[in-house]
């Protein structure tokens, strides 16, 4: 069973920055895909980023330049770092994980309600931007 918690969201105005932490337990798989996802009120899940094991990323159009997925694999750690951001960022996000390592390279970037599902999934946190 793996268990992964968010930590950090909060309220930042635009042009500010924020950083995401995601704590997994439980973890003892050598390949995977890890990734952040979000979901803007009244609409559905959209992939941000992700990362595999080898440290291949990839982002959302959206957040391109600005957001930066990295891992720390001593300590368990997925985080997402948010700068310049917007008041559409404005979500809960959502910390995700896979035992397929390839789903990285297939998932679904920066489509509202379009994307690959993952084993594992946290509670979220809540980010808000203000203009």
């Known amino acids: 069973q793996v268990d992964l918690m968010e930590v950090g969201g909060g309220s930042v105005q635009a042009g500010g920055s924020l950083t995401l932490s995601c704590q997994a337990a439980?973890?003892?798989?050598?390949?995977?895909?890890m990734g952040w996802f979000r979901q803007a009120p009244g609409k559905q899940h959209e992939g941000v980023a992700v990362?595999?094991?080898?440290?291949?990323?990839r982002y959302a159009n959206s957040v391109e330049g600005r957001f930066t997925i990295s891992q720390d694999n001593a300590k368990n750690t997925l985080s997402l770092q948010m700068n310049s951001l917007k008041p559409e960022d404005t979500g809960t996000y959502y910390c995700?994980?896979?035992?397929?390592?390839?789903?990285?390279?297939?998932?679904?970037?920066?489509?509202?309600?379009?994307?690959?599902?993952?084993?594992?999934w946290g509670k979220g946190a809540l980010v808000t931007i203000s203009s």
């Open positions: 990362i595999d094991s080898d440290g291949n990323t």
């Open positions: 995700a994980g896979d035992t397929t390592k390839d789903l990285c390279a297939r998932q679904v970037l920066g489509i509202t309600g379009f994307y690959y599902g993952m084993d594992f």
């Open positions: 439980g973890v003892s798989y050598s390949t995977y895909c």
